[in-house]
């Protein structure tokens, strides 16, 4: 998966609690096979009207927010089921971070392990960022994982914490193939120590001729 290290890009403020995986990603677009492609899905029943025509009332279908790379949302981010298509709609959409008070731990996992940096932050700091990507058009945030720090365009900062697990394959680039690599001498050296199969070593059996 691609590293994360530091980016700058446009916030858009989506001012809501409890934001679940069904709004996320409805149910109806789980069918697909591909991983890619959801992000045109994204918030779907928010973005779109029953007559399939832009909601310009919603947040990512206001001009001032296209093309922007980070999330700022409510407490109780991404809870609701399971479903990893929520963190790979959001990246393919094109969000490489979300920030809210809280996300739900399911989501969280999934979100590390494609590359979606997730950003908890205390929730007066949360009302603050909120505040300014809404007051000031084109905000711009800057985000250095390394340093744990949010900068904006206008000059407003602060640190943020986050697991180092989830750090380190952030910006190692690791996904669950990547993390098993890292270990490919030890189980280079397991398998040549096991020249049988395992069942008949456990049975006392040795394999047939």
Not at 23 to 40: A, T
């Amino acid at each position: 998966m691609q590293k994360f290290t530091v980016l700058t890009g446009l916030a858009a403020p989506l001012d809501r609690a409890n934001v679940d995986t069904d709004q996320l990603i409805p149910k109806q677009f789980l069918k697909r096979v591909e991983r890619e492609g959801f992000g045109q899905y994204l918030f779907y029943n928010w973005r779109f009207k029953p007559d399939g025509s832009p909601d310009l009332g919603f947040v990512l279908n206001q001009p001032r927010y296209q093309g922007a790379t980070i999330l700022l949302a409510g407490e109780n981010f991404g809870s609701g089921s399971s479903r990893e298509h929520a963190p790979w709609a959001l990246l393919d959409y094109g969000f490489r971070v979300v920030v809210a008070p809280s996300f739900a731990d399911i989501f969280r996992n999934n979100a590390s392990k494609i590359g979606l940096l997730l950003v908890e932050m205390d929730g007066q700091l949360m009302r603050e960022w909120l505040q300014r990507a809404q007051a000031n058009e084109g905000y711009r945030i800057t985000v250095d994982l390394a340093r744990q720090e949010m900068l904006g365009s206008d000059g407003f900062a602060c640190v943020f914490k986050i697991d180092p697990f989830h750090k380190r394959r952030l910006l190692e680039g690791l996904d669950d193939i990547g993390l098993t690599l890292e270990r490919q001498a030890e189980i280079k050296a397991y398998e040549e120590s096991h020249q049988e199969p395992w069942q008949a070593v456990a049975h006392g059996l040795t394999p047939r001729e």
